[in-house]
């Protein structure tokens, strides 16, 4: 058994291809391998932002033989009299084989020849130098290029290759624009502490030749390292840094040898909103903050940066880094005191210089639109008027700061500057709150907006880009979704259902002039939402939802609220044991009510069924129990509480089983055309009972 190492070198890789380049290859190499019958024992795939390297254990030194049956022509075909033939020797040639190992055997379609071909296994070698070109030119990234005249696209100018199959180097060759990489033992150490080259002797002393010469190849043990460094160095301070997951992935790839130099900045700097601060820190310079506490609200005049240089060196490092925080910052805080030379609402005529969409008009025109639409949601949900003013105040503000010269640098703090800059100019908090909130959630991480106003101004931005966008027909396809239509439609579902918002979207989106296609996608935005809800039974969302059913589409988008609370009811149903009781009478109903013509809307008895035509005691009381269940399902429909309707129709369930299948059974397929009519109808009002709560024909029996 042999180890094999692949290191692949390059110029500074961006810290995002080198993650997804590490796991392409973890998928790649080892399909790769198992096509090719070679086994391992481990695989480790290495990334910095100079080189991808792997290193495979326990390769065995060849790929075991091969053995398959080879059918080839027609007996017939292939031998005329004993004798083979142009096609009988014209097979064995192609395969490689005498005549004489010809075998014919007998087929259900007759007799054919046969081989048994033996292939010996290659060196393992030999098949390595076949692949490697290949997990190469199979890397896929962002903004690959040729680099010089040849086809090797990368992201980076490939600089060197090691290839060693434990101590000796496997030739391989790599075309790199009009030159050629050979591989070699040589590898390349940190480009400033260990500039000199590296000789690896043995494929498995990668990692510590590498370590030896200032470059941790793990990124792991980066990682590691970095936050045990960041953690000491905000303690230094007197201060706590969070670990910013985003940041701290990114920087574990933009470095080989990491030290966390700590940096300060002026002290009136920190009368900037905090956001700001971090804003220029985290996006623009890959800074950590460093907060007073572990709270994290009030910020300290410190920064840290994770050097790639030489540790020595870090007080040039730091004094270089201040520069350019100093610089940021202080562009920062003339924005801030221009922006708020003016109130927020001054900014609204600049936003008719903004163009939402070409055919859609201004931001102030979306804005417009908005302010509409909360006033429609806030009559919904039935609001008092010091509510409804501030909606309606905050969705008139809640992209005036779009136009802001701080927002213009810094697009990532939308909302967040509106909120400070509402308050500045004398806005209600609770105004100046939901100019923020209205964008949550910006990411899945993200939570809610907690005010009611930030909720009703989320709905409303997100209701008017649906409507707009969906009215110029620019409809999401597969996976592709440049306005995100598809979150947008998922947050305003979820809103709904995380506060109880008792909205009405059918009506709204009449109001608003949607087309069905709208409806029908937020009704797939519901059914896959619920479906993800991991308390909820696949075939209880196909319940309440039903199949291409109008009447639980309607209703679905009539009532946001009850069908979840339906789904999540059914399920504690089915765990209960309750829906057990009453599925195998009701199921059997509906399955056989469809027969019959009776609508789906009605549910009392009387006028629709004649009891005259009772020819056994069993449809009285079946009839009798419907009546009972009537007052039952009437309360249900108009307090969404349906455990009594389920009561109900558990008590009517012996008179139904009786009707089926007791010694006053009936047969429901009457040769009379009134009787069994009137025996569908009992059935059909059982079903539509039972549909109040869901389509019992879409349940599947536990």
Known sequence: MATFLLEVGTEELPASFVGSAIAQWQTLIPQSLAEASLTTVAM?????PRRLAVVIAGLPE????REEEIKGPPASAAFKEGKPTKAGEGFAKKQGVEITSLEIRSTDKGEFVFINKKTPGLATTQVLQDLIPAWINKLEGKRFMRWGDG????????????????????????????????????????????????????????VTSLRNAS????????????TTQIQAAATGVGGDSPLIADLLTEVVDLV??????????????????????????????RYFPVYKDKTHQELLPYFMTIGNGDPAKSAIIAAGNERVIRARLADGQYFYKADRTQPLASYLPKLETVTFQADLGSVRAKVDRVVKIASLISQQLKLSPAAQEAIARAALLCKADLVTQMVYEFPELQGIMGEKYALASGETIEVAKAISEHYLPRNVEDGFPQSLAGQVVGLSDRLDTLVSIFSINLLPTGSSDPFALRRAANAIVNITWTFNLGLNLAELLQSLGAGLNLGEFFLQRIRTLLQE?????????????GEN?????????????????????????RDNGGLAQIYETVNRSTRLAAQGTLPTHHLDPVGLINPKLFQKKSEQAVYDALRELLPQTTFAQQTRDYQQLVNGLAQAAPQVSSFFDGEDSVLVMDSDPAIKENRLNLLGLLRNHARVLGDFGAIVKS
Do not use: C
Not at 44 to 48: A, D, E, F, K, R
Not at 62 to 65: A, E, F, G, S, V
Not at 534 to 541: A, S, T
């Open 44 to 48: 480790q795939v290495y990334g910095t």
């Open 62 to 65: 060849q790929q075991p033989d």
């Open 151 to 206: 086809e090797l696209r990368f992201s980076r100018p490939v600089r060197w290759l090691v290839a060693l199959w434990d101590e000796q180097v496997l030739p391989v060759m790599l075309e790199n624009g009009s030159g050629k990489v050979v591989s070699d033992r040589l590898s390349a150490g940190h480009r400033v502490l260990h500039p000199q080259p590296v000789s690896i002797a043995h494929a498995e002393d990668y």
């Open 215 to 226: 470059v941790l190849v793990d990124g792991e043990e980066r990682r590691k390292l970095i």
């Open 256 to 285: 080989e040898f990491p030290t966390a130099v700590v940096g300060r900045f002026d002290q009136e700097f920190l009368e900037l909103p905090p956001e700001v601060i971090t804003e220029v820190m985290i996006s623009q310079q």
């Open 533 to 545: 809800d991991r308390r909820i039974d696949y075939d209880l969302v196909n319940a309440v939802l």
């Open 549 to 573: 059913d109008p009447e639980y589409q309607a209703r679905a988008l009539t009532d946001l609220l009850d069908v979840r609370d339906r789904a999540l009811f059914l399920q504690s149903l």
